[in-house]
């Protein structure tokens, strides 16, 4: 069975269609495309014959090819003139879907000679070009030229040397006809996966692409669900999700796919776990060391047992080194000491052997290569990340898979996760060679050689697959959408750039000249800092040798200072922007806007970052906002046009700005953060009732309250930001009325964080006094044994803020506050015992201005009068509590103590001001009281 695609294909054919269109689809699920191309009414099509209808429509009257066969393809299917009892094979019905066959068959073909293999067994420009030009080998470049160039979507631009590029072509031209989206319901999905593919061809996101896959994929969502229940085909669904999650993460929408990923796992009743295991990595390991590693079984899948025999897919190299095990040896009976306790795994997963796992089936090993795959696009290079990640590729290899084109993503995936560490380098370097080795041989069959990519054969490290070690078309191309398998070019670039990361500048730039990737052969010189190679890599691809004549200018002297190229080349916009790099020339990045007819967003962007950097913000925001016209969804933009606002104190436009960016990504702190403080500087909204021209304006929502929220958002992202809480804490404590909750929620965390290094610092006196003041005001007296503020901040003072004082005059009397209305009088007195000593530890404080004096004394009264109020009172707290006892029986001693310290110190120098008047009469009164 192959593609599912084709299964949905035919549950929605009338059965007359199904029985004249059997013979078709068979062959496609062969893989026997020549049968489908060689039938007579797709030569009418392609030209190669011709009928009345056909008969005046010439290649030459067309831009391209592509246009010739749309406009051909109109013709036949607009004859539509039929009696009742017309044969099916003659109806308009069957043209129009025996048109769509050829282009999936078109399709498939491309992909089975650009990613997947085997070899084609046909010449695709022999069979679907006029012969006039397929046997010209001038005319046939020219032709796949020209298509490769229409290719070219908001100025950027298709790979040039694509092999067989007339294949996507046609189906492309097929799935847009009319006729065909109006009465075909499966070419949305076709459509869909064509526009994909197109994508894929481009060296960056177009954002017009990009909207018309998402827009694909909202309508197909409702066909997919209401068909898979009504046709009952098994995992149609599923296939939709997994297509649509490899969808997600090219575009990095990680969340996305990785919400489509545990929905397809619950759908499948498919069980998986990361978890933890006792065991050795390395030969000379004594100590066994918790280990990752993945856990998974499909459902109703099979015992633990020798899976590895019926593997399928290309050599997996072994380690070699002297250090590592090629794979970890695991204690036994030890799963879940880690990450899981072996009661949390689920039974069927806590009975596996983590040695001898059981063989998966496909689309669960798609699953995990997912998820992978997912998580390394989010970062590659995080040294966690990637400990996370390839425990879920390792899983595929260790248990095998019985498909071809799933264990060749698997060993990709675990090639890419190596990369990055020094001693799996090497094996990973090698696996993406051989990976390489084998596409480029499964590709370069009869069916490329007349293209011009393969003019140098890379050197091959590994021997062509043997016929029995190979797998036929259908098992290849059946999960094709789903992994999102690159490309035989692709693979060499990603294989260069390995190179390149390991310092192998000669090899990588052989693989980019070959490729004739002249972009990326500029960046990697330019990545070594030698920026004259690569601006003369790129300048010869946009302009003439400098004397006029390229043909016989010195490649290494040359400078190509001479007239533009006219036409410019496709990928034009690209290497003018990567020309501003290297030059730091705004005119470059001006220039690439222009040539693209305004469409290359890449562009604008570069541009908004150099008038960034220069601190000019208008033309900033203004290059930004011209870029986003392009491409909306892109949120890095929408974030540096939110800043750009903000320094213009714009802050109405910075609001929106961060607006777009947490809809795109809801997980971006900084995005929330400055999103809290545009909204900050924003007027209350208010509202009048309609009809009352006297009536007075009413504040409906305050942005200091959405603020708030955006804020809180934003700590909860990133919990370890000191400088976020505290905008939670200065905001709460300004909202009208305040917010209580979030203020000790903040003071809080922010105890926790800074305490260690600022201390008391990090307390802000002023909105704990706000807090507690305001349960004072609120009731006389309130429990904080039950739930609610009281509570709250009771455990706020104890736990947090009391361990870190150790000066603070004002905390301490906050404190005394709060433990009087809580009826500790002990703790409260203590307070203001400690706020005295604060205040009179200081040296000197004697002989400084008025100003200090007058803090001493009143700190002086205060005291007294804490001794008079709680003195007396009986213990509440401690062993002493309910007993009789006194806080503090002698405190009128303690308070004419501490008035005549005072007095004693402070006589020479204040014995004649108000301070000291204000302390003689203060010890008059205890003197009568006593």
């Known amino acids: 069975m192959g593609d599912v695609f084709v299964s949905f294909f035919r549950s929605t054919l009338p059965e007359e269609l199904v029985?004249?269109?059997?013979?078709?689809?068979?062959?496609?699920?062969?893989?026997?495309?020549?049968?489908?191309?060689?039938?007579?009414?797709?030569?009418?099509?392609?030209?190669?014959?011709?009928?009345?209808?056909?008969?005046?429509?010439?290649?030459?009257?067309?831009?391209?090819?592509?246009?010739?066969?749309?406009?051909?393809?109109?013709?036949?299917?607009?004859?539509?003139?039929?009696?009742?009892?017309?044969?099916?094979?003659?109806?308009?019905?069957?043209?129009?879907?025996?048109?769509?066959?050829?282009?999936?068959?078109?399709?498939?073909?491309?992909?089975?000679?650009?990613?997947?293999?085997?070899?084609?067994?046909?010449?695709?420009?022999?069979?679907l070009l006029p012969k006039d030009v397929a046997s010209n080998e001038l005319a046939r470049s020219k032709l796949r030229a020209d298509l490769v160039t229409s290719l070219s979507a908001d100025g950027v631009a298709a790979y040039k040397l694509t092999p067989n590029i007339e294949l996507l072509c046609l189906a492309e031209t097929i799935f847009i006809s009319p006729p065909v989206q109006k009465h075909i319901e499966a070419s949305t999905w076709a459509k869909l996966r064509v526009n994909f593919v197109h994508q894929r061809l481009l060296s960056e996101i177009a954002p017009c692409l990009q909207d018309a896959i998402y827009d694909g994929l909202a309508i197909l969502e409702s066909q997919i669900a209401s068909l898979s229940k009504e046709k009952g085909i098994q995992d149609l669904h599923v296939h939709y999700l997994l297509e649509r999650a490899a969808i997600h993460t090219h575009h990095g929408l990680d969340k996305k796919a990785k919400a489509d990923l545990d929905q397809v796992a619950l759908e499948r009743k498919f069980e998986f776990t990361l978890t933890g295991l006792m065991g050795k990595r390395t030969k000379f390991q004594e100590k066994d060391t918790s280990q990752l590693l993945v856990l998974a079984r499909s459902a109703g899948g099979g015992t633990n047992g020798n899976s590895m025999a019926t593997a399928s897919g290309p050599e997996n190299l072994g380690l070699n080194d002297d250090t590592l095990l090629d794979s970890i040896s695991f204690t036994p009976q030890m799963v879940g000491t880690e990450v899981k306790s072996e009661s949390s795994l689920p039974a069927s997963l806590a009975s596996l052997d983590p040695e001898n796992q059981p063989l998966l089936d496909p689309l669960d090993s798609i699953i995990l290569l997912s998820v992978a795959s997912s998580i390394t696009n989010t970062n590659p290079a995080d040294g966690l990340t990637r400990e996370e990640t390839i425990p879920y590729a390792t899983r595929v290899l260790e248990g095998g898979s019985s498909n071809w084109q799933v264990y060749t993503q698997a060993l990709l995936v675990r090639s890419r996760i190596e990369g990055y560490r020094s001693r799996t380098m090497e094996r990973g370097l090698l696996q993406l060679q051989a990976l390489v080795d084998q596409v480029i041989a499964e590709t370069s069959g009869t069916g490329a050689t007349d293209n011009s990519v393969t003019k140098e054969q890379a050197t091959s490290f590994l021997p062509r697959a043997k016929a029995g070690e190979s797998a036929p078309v259908g098992e290849r191309l059946r999960y094709v959408f789903l992994l999102c398998s690159p490309s035989r070019w692709e693979l060499e670039a990603e294989l260069a750039a390995r190179w390149v990361s390991v310092g192998g500048l000669r090899s990588a730039l052989e693989i980019y000249e070959r490729l004739e990737m002249w972009a990326e052969a500029a960046l990697c010189w330019a990545a070594t800092d030698k920026e004259d190679k690569a601006r003369k890599v790129v300048r010869r691809q946009l302009f003439h040798a400098t004397g006029g004549n390229d043909d016989t200018a010195d490649l290494d002297e040359e400078k190509w200072e001479g007239s533009e190229l006219d036409p410019p080349p496709a990928e034009a916009p690209r290497l003018y922007c990567i020309l501003g790099d290297i030059d730091k020339d705004l005119s470059m990045y001006e220039k690439a806007w222009e040539v693209s007819g305004k469409r290359y967003a890449r562009a604008q962007r570069s541009l908004g970052q150099r008038f960034f950097v220069e601190k000019n913000y208008e033309k900033a925001a203004e290059a930004y906002a011209l870029s986003l016209k392009v491409n909306a969804l892109n949120h890095p933009t929408w974030f540096a046009l939110g800043c750009a606002r903000l320094e213009l104190q714009s802050f109405k436009d910075a609001a929106e700005a961060f607006s777009r960016c947490v809809s795109l990504d809801d997980q971006d702190a900084e995005a929330w953060s400055n999103l809290a403080a545009a909204l900050l500087h924003l007027p209350p909204k208010a509202t009048t009732t309609a009809g009352d021209e006297h009536s007075e304006a009413r504040v409906t929502s305050h942005p200091r309250s959405d603020a708030l929220k955006a804020f809180k958002r934003a700590a909860a992202l990133k919990h370890d930001n000191y400088r976020i809480w505290s905008n939670v804490l200065a905001v709460a404590a300004s909202t009208d009325p305040p917010s209580y909750n979030d203020i000790i929620s903040a003071q809080r965390r922010i105890c926790e964080l800074r305490g260690p290094t600022d201390g008391e610092k990090c307390i802000d006196a002023e909105i704990l006094d706000l807090v507690v003041r305001h349960m004072v005001q609120s009731t006389e007296s309130f429990d904080v044994t039950k739930p609610g503020l009281p509570r709250m901040t009771n455990e706020l003072i104890e736990k947090k803020v009391k361990p870190l004082i150790t000066f603070s005059p004002h905390l301490w009397t906050i404190l005394s506050t709060f433990y009087t209305h809580t009826n500790r009088p002990s703790s409260a007195l203590e307070c203001h015992e400690k706020a005295w000593r604060a205040v009179t530890s200081q040296p000197n404080w004697e002989s400084r201005g008025e100003k200090e004096w007058d803090v001493v004394v009143t700190q002086t009264v205060d005291l007294v009068d804490a001794y008079e109020t709680l003195g007396p009172r009986e213990r509440t707290e401690g062993l002493a509590a309910q007993s009789g006892e006194l806080v503090a029986k002698d405190w009128k001693f303690k308070a004419r103590s501490a008035v005549r310290s005072v007095m004693g110190k402070g006589k020479d120098g204040w014995e004649d001001s108000a301070g000291w008047e204000r302390l003689k009469e203060r010890l008059e009164d205890l003197k009568g009281s006593g």
């Open 19 to 127: 029985a004249v269109l059997e013979e078709t689809l068979n062959a496609i699920e062969t893989g026997d495309y020549l049968a489908v191309f060689q039938q007579e009414e797709v030569q009418f099509l392609l030209g190669n014959q011709n009928n009345d209808t056909t008969r005046d429509v010439q290649l030459k009257d067309f831009p391209t090819w592509s246009d010739y066969v749309f406009h051909r393809l109109g013709l036949i299917l607009s004859k539509r003139s039929e009696a009742a009892d017309t044969p099916a094979r003659e109806t308009a019905a069957y043209r129009q879907h025996l048109f769509f066959t050829v282009a999936i068959a078109a399709l498939y073909a491309f992909l089975q000679s650009n990613v997947t293999g085997p070899p084609l067994p046909f010449k695709s420009a022999d069979v």
